[in-house]
Structures are given as structure tokens and as C-alpha cells.
């Protein structure tokens, strides 16, 4: 379906934003491509059923436990109108190879890319397992009346919070995928002309209409001057002459509401040009001077204008942590120790570092926000996982019965050291975190020390059904002379009780 229409897509992508055919590329059809590989090259592994680590003998061994990977059922999937195939089709992929049938809404402010999904559609994809319908504001609730087993919503958490409402009427679980007023901080210890040439490309791109765009930036006052400097010049050779290739706000009203928020601020404009609101053309704009109380700070920006706080990092991350958690976090400094310290102060759904957007790039890793910008994960085996539901199964042998005769009434007490729980870790009442890693590493060692020992009982257990009387007296002496002599000291050694292996029994 997107192989054969690359030219569609993209045709239609530029008719809903102006986008350029290499950020429609590199954005929806490449995110899609890639997605589609990963999901047909694992999703047999992903779908396999899996056996609980900790099973241990009885439930593990005996009960064959096992985790089974099944489809919750019915997926409603919203998508939205910034990335209006991309942020559809990911979710559907993870949907569909988690074996869930879906139900497709794309947004209806990004007019062409819906037209065309629904002519494709039905055309490509099974109509028993997948569909997709149109819906404004006014059809919504019906839509959102009917039981679903799962709701995946990309956004904003205005929206979201209706959702939500609708979803707890029948229990549905969610995913959202929402946004927030991401910052970034450039400290005296970063590469300015690096981190503006970055900033200001995450506000070229879409023109800004992106969750995961820099919202505003935290500038220490040394290099502020200079950052206004460098981000203007950036801005300008990104634009070039004329009109650009910049996208179109998405509609009238996103681009008056831009407007209108710019009208109002205190601070001052330092870079800009005329806008063309017949076109949507709303072009990059650098304020500085600006304060947390300021308009532009009011709400989550999703434009490309770009307010500038004169702080230094510790009050940069202050501030942040004082705001709800946005969906991305961008720190700039050559500093780990200044790094370290806003990520412990901060928490955001994902960080970048010394650039922009990349962390929801990274192939296999969980993408999603936390509080506010949302919660529930997607993109590789995250996004199997979100439309999956784990069911475990476990069948203990019949004759294991009468091994636990002691669950069933009528009950008594002289049962209890039979289920009580030990402390087999050997921790202590008041040792210190040091004691307890010293302790947990000693541990690890013993209890692969503790599997070797039992794999070699095994197997000289074996042996003994095959071999001889003389052979198995031979054994018998070597293996008590051994570990009377080397074993049994080295177990205590490590604080392993000998006899819990019967080997003070022989």
C-alpha cells in the first residue's frame, strides 16, 4: 500500500501542510517502511510464548508455565493531523501483528491524507479485520459509545481527556500519545552555534507542529546574546529567499491562534518575517526577553515561534520541574555533571542531548510520555506489547496432589514451615546499601555456583543408573572425599547452608 503510492502519499501531505518531498520521506514513509521490516522480521519472536524466569521447579519445571501473546480484541486507532499517515499506520502496524482487528480514524483537519487512506484502505487491507471511517467533533461520541478493547490516541490532552472519559464507561484500556510544553537548556558549558542550529531546526520542521518540537529554550545568561545571534542566523539560512520550503500552519484557526498569542507577548521580537495567512505561511520567530508568566507560555506552543528564558540551568530545570512533564526534555552542555544534574531533577518522557528529537529514533526503545504528554509506549516490540495481552498458563502434574496434601482444609499450623517464606538472600537487619551490594554480588555468584553443583548431581545421577556396583562405590568415595574436603567448606564460605543439598547426608 505505501510502496505503490509514495507519490500519492507525498502529493497528499503537501496539499494538507506544504510539506517538501524529503521531510515527507524521511518523516511518514520512512518511519512506515521501517516500522513494517521490524514487525514482519520479529514478529514470530515477539508472538512466541514465553517462560516466567523466576518459574522455579515446581510451576516452571513440573507446571510448564509459560506466557501466551494474545490480541486484546478490537482496537480503535485516532490519529492526528500533524503526521496524519505516519502516526496512524505505526500503531496499526503494531496492532496487526499483535493480531487485533482495527478500527481506523484518521484526523479530518488534514483533509487530503484522509481522502486518500480512505480510498486505500479498503483496497489493501483485509475489510474483516480493518476498516476505517471519518468523524468530526460531532461524530465522535457516537464512535466513542461503542465497546472497544483498546484505544490508542495521539493528540493533544485536551482531547485525550475525552478519551479517556469514554474509555472508563467500559473499562478500555489506553494508550495516549500527547505532548506538552517540551524546553530545552542551553548551559555556558554548551556548543551555542550547535545547539541554535539545532533548536532552530526542530521548529523548521512541520513548522514546529510536532509533540516532540522545542516548545522554548532556557539560555544562561553568558551566552544568550550569543544564542540570539547564532538561532536568527540559523533561522535565516534555513528559509533562504522567498517563500521557503516551510509547511503550512494547518489551518485558519491554529494560525490565528498563533497570531494572537504573539500580539500579546512581552517580550520582544528579535527575528521574523510577514506572515502570509491566505497561505498559512507563518514564518520562524525568535522572542527574547521572556518570562514564565509571558502568553506564549500559556499553552504548548506547536508553531514555529520560539520564546527565549534568560536562566542558567539550575533555574532552568527548577522551573521545569514546577511545570507539568512535557514528552521531551533537549539539554546542551559539554558538562556530564551538568547533564547528571537536570536529568535528576526533571522527568519528561524522553531526553535528547546535544540535539533534538533523535531519542524517538532509537530502533527497539519504548516512545511515550509521562503525566501530562501521556502514558503507554510504542514504536518496535513496545507497540506488539501495547496491543497485547499476556495471559499465563500453567498445568502442575495430577500427582503433585499429594506433595501439597497440606493446602486443603482443615487447616493447621504445623504446615506453615512448609510455605514460609526465607530469606535466602541472607540479608540482615541494619546492614547498609554497601553491605547489601557486597552481599547481591556474592550472591550471584553463589547462586551460579549452586547451579553447577546441581547440574553435576543430575548428572552423576545419571550415571549411576548405568553403571556398575564397583564403578558406583568408585564415585561414591571420590564424591565424599571431595566434598567433605573442597565442597562443603566452600559453601559455608559463601554463606550457603551445605545440608539444604544433602550433602551432610551420605
Not at 512466541?48 to 480503535?76: C, M, N, Q, Y
Not at 506572515?275 to 514555529?304: C, H, I, Q
Not at 519528561?348 to 511515550?368: W, Y
Amino acid at each position: 500500500m505505501v510502496h505503490d503510492n509514495e507519490d500519492a502519499i507525498v502529493k497528499a501531505l503537501h496539499q494538507d501542510l506544504n510539506r517538501h518531498r524529503f521531510e515527507s520521506y524521511a518523516s511518514d514513509i520512512l518511519g512506515i517502511k521501517s516500522d513494517i521490516i521490524d514487525q514482519l522480521r520479529n514478529v514470530e519472536k515477539w508472538a512466541k510464548d514465553s517462560v516466567p524466569e523466576d518459574a522455579g521447579f515446581i510451576f516452571g519445571t513440573l507446571g510448564k508455565a509459560r506466557v501466551r501473546k494474545e490480541p486484546l480484541g478490537v482496537a480503535l486507532i485516532i490519529g492526528a493531523w500533524n503526521f496524519p499517515l505516519l502516526l496512524l499506520i505505526q500503531p496499526l502496524l503494531a496492532a496487526i501483528s499483535a493480531g487485533n482487528c482495527v478500527l481506523l480514524k484518521p484526523s479530518e483537519l488534514a483533509v487530503a491524507c484522509e481522502t486518500l487512506l480512505v480510498d486505500l484502505v479498503p483496497k489493501y487491507l483485509d475489510q474483516d479485520a480493518i476498516q476505517i471511517v471519518t468523524a468530526g467533533p460531532n461524530e465522535m461520541p457516537e464512535i466513542l459509545k461503542q465497546k472497544y478493547d483498546h484505544i490508542f490516541f495521539t493528540g493533544s490532552n485536551k482531547i485525550a481527556r475525552f478519551i479517556t472519559a469514554a474509555a472508563a464507561k467500559h473499562l478500555t484500556p489506553t494508550v495516549l500519545e500527547l505532548g506538552g510544553q517540551g524546553p530545552a537548556i542551553v548551559t555556558k558549558q554548551a556548543n551555542v552555534d550547535l545547539a541554535a542550529k539545532r533548536i532552530a531546526y526542530a521548529k523548521f520542521l512541520n513548522a514546529g507542529q510536532i509533540c516532540l518540537s522545542v516548545n522554548h529554550v532556557f539560555v544562561d545568561p553568558a551566552v544568550y546574546d550569543q544564542f540570539i545571534k547564532a538561532v536568527s542566523k540559523w533561522n535565516e539560512k534555513f528559509l533562504g529567499e522567498g517563500k521557503g520550503e516551510i509547511c503550512q500552519i494547518i489551518n485558519d484557526r491554529n494560525y490565528s491562534r498563533l497570531e494572537k498569542m504573539l500580539n500579546a507577548t512581552q517580550g520582544k521580537i528579535v527575528y521574523g518575517r510577514k506572515g502570509k495567512p491566505a497561505e498559512r505561511l507563518f514564518y520562524p520567530t525568535v522572542v527574547d526577553d521572556v518570562t514564565m508568566t509571558d502568553p506564549l507560555l500559556s499553552e504548548e506552543l506547536f508553531g514555529p515561534i520560539l520564546p527565549v528564558v534568560k536562566a542558567d540551568y539550575k533555574s532552568a530545570y527548577n522551573t521545569i520541574r514546577n511545570m507539568d512533564y512535557p514528552l521531551a526534555i533537549y539539554i546542551f552542555s559539554s558538562s556530564q555533571a551538568e547533564i547528571d544534574e537536570i536529568m535528576a531533577n526533571t522527568n519528561s518522557g524522553g531526553v535528547t542531548i546535544n540535539d533534538v528529537l533523535m531519542h524517538a529514533g532509537v530502533h527497539g526503545a519504548p516512545f511515550g510520555g509521562v503525566g501530562e504528554s501521556g502514558y503507554g509506549y510504542y514504536h518496535g516490540i513496545h507497540g506488539f506489547n501495547a496491543f497485547t495481552h499476556t495471559r499465563v498458563v500453567v498445568g502442575p502434574p495430577t500427582w503433585l496432589d499429594k506433595v501439597m496434601s497440606f493446602r486443603y482444609p482443615p487447616f493447621s499450623v504445623k504446615h506453615i514451615p512448609k510455605i514460609e517464606v526465607k530469606n535466602k538472600i541472607g540479608f540482615k537487619r541494619g546492614e547498609t546499601m554497601a553491605d547489601q551490594k557486597v552481599r547481591t554480588s556474592s550472591g550471584l555468584i553463589s547462586g551460579l555456583f549452586v547451579k553447577t553443583i546441581l547440574s553435576i548431581a543430575i548428572l552423576l545421577t545419571g550415571l549411576f543408573l548405568f553403571v556398575g556396583n564397583e564403578l558406583k562405590a568408585s564415585i561414591t568415595n571420590i564424591y565424599s572425599t571431595y566434598s567433605t574436603k573442597y565442597l562443603i567448606p566452600l559453601l559455608v564460605s559463601l554463606s550457603i547452608d551445605p545440608a539444604q543439598f544433602g550433602l551432610l547426608k551420605s
